[in-house]
């Protein structure tokens, strides 16, 4: 599985967008690129993913490059409850392997 | 949708027992289910693949003696820590992986219980 590399923490002001950045310059053309984030004392929580293509849903958007080395995760409008541990994975369907991850804190 | 159970959230036990800890796919069949577990301030490693009617597969350095998992539905998978002792205590975590959206397993998201805090006396 191709290795990621995030910034280790992030600050955000309430109401503002979180943007948390992501490279995979190794990713293979199988691979999709998958964001979660954990919660201090919860499981992960699936956010999005993809492959390609930007994508959206409810939670977030998923901005990739065209040459798929990195991507960018947004959150629209971070609240004080976005605060976690943000975690780029790239994914084969093989294992999901998590790294440290981006802790972002949103502060008001 | 895509709910993932896990219970109990909490365990307290004595060193010698043995504990067992549920995983339950709510609103989806689930062939594959994953084994986390994480200690303060690290990240989740796997800990074992568990495939509804075969056998675990357990990463390199995990005792498949000492975490028995059994997926005997495809919405339900168990982990047994067997004998616990105090090392053993830590945030235990499953994942099932979610319904089909065609193109692969990589395009099938794996959903995660809340986790189970094993503390071991």
């Known amino acids: 599985d191709a290795k990621t590399t995030q910034p280790p923490s992030m600050d955000c002001a309430e109401g503002r967008a979180a943007n948390l950045p992501c490279n995979h310059s190794t990713i293979s053309g199988n691979e999709y690129v998958y964001w979660y984030r954990q919660i201090h004392s919860q499981g992960p929580q699936y956010i999005i993913h993809g492959l390609k293509n930007n994508e959206t849903n409810e939670m977030a958007s998923l901005i990739i490059t065209e040459d798929r080395k990195s991507s960018t995760l947004i959150l629209p409008h971070a609240t004080l409850r976005d605060t976690a541990v943000y975690y780029c994975i790239v994914y084969n369907g093989n294992k999901l392997v998590f790294g440290a991850g981006t802790i972002l804190r949103v502060k008001s | 949708g895509a709910v993932v159970s896990q219970h109990p959230s909490r365990v307290i036990c004595k060193s010698g027992t043995s504990v067992k800890i549920e995983c339950r796919s709510l609103?989806?069949?689930?062939?594959?289910m994953f084994w986390y577990r994480q200690f303060p301030k690290q990240s989740l490693m796997l800990m074992a693949t568990?495939?509804?009617?075969?056998?675990?597969?357990?990463e390199q350095g995990v005792e498949k003696d000492k975490f028995l998992i059994n997926h005997a539905s495809l919405t339900l998978s168990t982990l047994t820590v067997t004998s616990a002792h105090p090392e053993d205590s830590s945030f235990y975590i499953c994942?099932?992986?979610?319904?089909?959206?065609?193109?692969?397993?990589?395009?099938?998201?794996?959903?995660f219980g809340d986790g189970t805090r094993l503390s071991i006396l």
């Open positions: 609103d989806f069949q689930a062939t594959t």
């Open positions: 568990s495939n509804e009617g075969s056998k675990a597969t357990y």
């Open positions: 994942s099932a992986r979610g319904p089909y959206l065609g193109e692969g397993y990589s395009n099938q998201p794996q959903h």
